[in-house]
């Protein structure tokens, strides 16, 4: 079946400090992958995506990139805020069986202190 | 565009009452999933529907626990009778098409709690 594997947290960082949250992956055929944020007390919202090897997905300063060699799609951002404190989720879905299959992870909090 | 909405946003109730909660997807989306989130379990996805049809309901706990969509706007998700356990923020999302290659989109949530 398909599975999401991402690290657990919390990470805590200094603000302006670089970002890695890693995700891997297992999954049949080609799925997409996906990372949303949520915000306290709101739901989860999309952040990036990528639908094919290679792709990277981008917004906010935050990137990943789809390396199906490594099933892996981790989260980097270069420099983080305060504002960025929340709880991400990566994600895939694929079809299966005619209908949309999404599998998410297990979310990873961050926090980020002045 | 209004985006999914829920509703209640907080629901306060006795152990024993029925619960309904609401969602109203974003139009022209053929996806709708109902899901649960707790510190203990994560995030569950408890059912989802396509084209008003529910397709997978595996995820819902128990008998208790009842989800109907009567039309392509507007979705229940109701608890009878409910429990402390059930206590929890529950979500609705919705999406377009069934490539896989579409992000859901979700509401604020209902937060529950079951005293």
């Known amino acids: 079946g398909n599975s999401v594997t991402q690290m657990e947290g919390p990470v805590t960082l200094s603000e302006e400090a670089f970002l890695t949250i890693n995700c891997t992956y297992t999954a049949t055929g080609y799925p997409s992958l996906f990372w949303y944020v949520q915000y306290p007390g709101e739901g989860l919202q999309l952040l990036l995506k990528a639908t094919k090897a290679d792709d990277k997905g981008s917004n906010k300063g935050f990137e990943a990139t789809y390396r199906k060699e490594t099933t892996s799609f981790h989260l980097e951002k270069g420099s983080v805020q305060v504002s960025d404190s929340a709880v991400y989720f990566c994600a895939l879905s694929r079809n299966s069986g005619g209908y949309q299959k999404v599998t998410f992870g297990i979310g990873t909090k961050l926090q980020v202190i002045p | 565009d209004a985006g999914v909405i829920q509703s209640p946003r907080h629901e306060v109730t006795e152990m024993g009452q029925e619960v309904t909660l609401r969602c109203k997807p974003i139009s022209g989306h053929d996806y709708l999933f109902w899901y649960r989130q707790t510190m203990m379990r994560g995030l569950e996805l408890l059912i989802y529907?396509?084209?008003?049809?529910?397709?997978?309901d595996s995820g819902m706990p128990e008998d208790r626990f009842s989800a109907k969509m009567p039309n392509a706007s507007f979705s229940t998700l109701k608890i009878q009778p409910s429990e402390p356990r059930d206590s929890a923020v529950y979500f609705c999302?919705?999406?377009?098409?069934?490539?896989?290659?579409?992000?859901?989109?979700f509401g604020d949530g209902t937060r529950l709690s079951i005293l």
């Open positions: 529907f396509n084209n008003n049809v529910p397709i997978d």
């Open positions: 999302a919705s999406s377009f098409g069934g490539s896989g290659n579409q992000p859901q989109h």
